[in-house]
């Protein structure tokens, strides 16, 4: 399985999206410090993700969800 997720920073709000085949151990990477884009935004929290079997499906669509709109629109829903 192939997952796209989004972290929420619980130090500034912020979020940030990602991809990988093995989401608890890339959370759990995050969440050491072990990833330089969210290092300095720990401590983080896992608030969405969405399994694909395809691996391009996958990644089309983190691309997708790091665009403006799409971005904007999935935040505006998991916010309410």
Do not use: W
């Amino acid at each position: 399985m192939f997952y796209v997720y989004v972290l929420k920073s619980k130090k500034d709000g912020k979020h940030y999206v990602g991809f990988s085949s093995d989401l608890r151990k890339r959370f759990k990477e995050h969440c050491n410090g072990e990833v330089r884009s969210t290092f300095y935004r720990r401590p983080l929290e896992l608030i969405y993700y969405e399994c694909y079997k395809d691996r391009n499906i996958a990644e089309k669509r983190e691309i997708q969800i790091k665009s403006g709109k799409a971005h904007t629109a999935l935040i505006k829903r998991l916010e309410e």
